[in-house]
T-cell receptor, first 112, second 113 residues
Framework: QKEVEQDPGPLSVPEGAIVSLNCTYS??????FMWYRQYSRKGPELLMY????GNKEDGRFTAQVDKSSKYISLFIRDSQPSDSATYLC????????????FGTGTRLQVFP | ETGVTQTPRHLVMGMTNKKSLKCEQH?????MYWYKQSAKKPLELMFV???????ENNSVPSRFSPECPNSSHLFLHLHTLQPEDSALYLC????????????FGPGTRLLVL
């Protein structure tokens, strides 16, 4: 079993839709959770960073962590064509935050 | 230049060649990382350097040899690679220490023939 599972997609939605991206994980020691966005031919860029359980909102993006279910989500409201990219979840354990464990990434396409 | 830069952006090499990838960070960070990104696979951490000292070697074959001469520069020396080593090689940096986020460069797309 992989430590982090993420549906690779592709996920195709119309402009303005609400997008839900998800990851599940198996290691209960993970406490730091990140979402990265990677455009084609570019490196990943950090979108959201959360610690432990709860929600975090930043503009059109909301990150949710449910540690009891070992499940994290990223919601994108009012999606735009410029949101078309691959979204990577990543996580690490306390005291071992150098070692990020990534999902495979979900490719999202938002069409006008 | 700002952020994390990598050169070259693209590299084609034969299995008997020797080449080097270069990474430079302009963020004043103390930790640097090499990752491998292959199609349909998660990013794989290869090496970690904190304050120029290697703190992680994730069972990487010896045909990959990292070098960190100072906290701003990181190299990955390549020799006698295999076709399965073809991938996107990403460099990242962070301030080091707990809870510090990593910032990535654009990557070097490597093709081994």
């Amino acid at each position: 079993q992989k430590e982090v599972e993420q549906d690779p997609g592709p996920l195709s939605v119309p402009e303005g839709a609400i997008v839900s991206l998800n990851c599940t994980y198996s290691n209960s020691a993970f406490q730091y959770f990140m979402w990265y966005r990677q455009y084609s031919r570019k490196g990943p860029e950090l979108l959201m960073y959360t610690y432990s359980s709860g929600n975090k909102e930043d503009g059109r993006f909301t990150a949710q962590v449910d540690k009891s279910s070992k499940y994290i989500s990223l919601f994108i409201r009012d999606s735009q064509p410029s949101d078309s990219a691959t979204y990577l979840c990543a996580m690490s354990a306390k005291g071992n935050t150098d070692k990020l464990i990534f999902g495979t990434g979900t490719r999202l396409q938002v069409f006008p | 230049e700002t952020g994390v830069t990598q050169t070259p952006r693209h590299l084609v090499m034969g299995m008997t060649n020797k080449k080097s990838l270069k990474c430079e960070q302009h963020l004043g960070h103390n930790a640097m990382y090499w990752y491998k990104q292959s199609a349909k696979k998660p990013l794989e951490l290869m090496f970690v350097y904190n304050f120029k000292e290697q703190t992680e070697n994730n069972s990487v074959p010896s045909r990959f040899s990292p070098e960190c001469p100072n906290s701003s520069h990181l190299f990955l020396h390549l020799h006698t690679l295999q076709p399965e080593d073809s991938a996107l090689y990403l460099c990242a940096s962070s301030r080091g220490g707990d809870q510090e986020t990593q910032y990535f460069g654009p990557g070097t797309r490597l093709l081994v023939l």
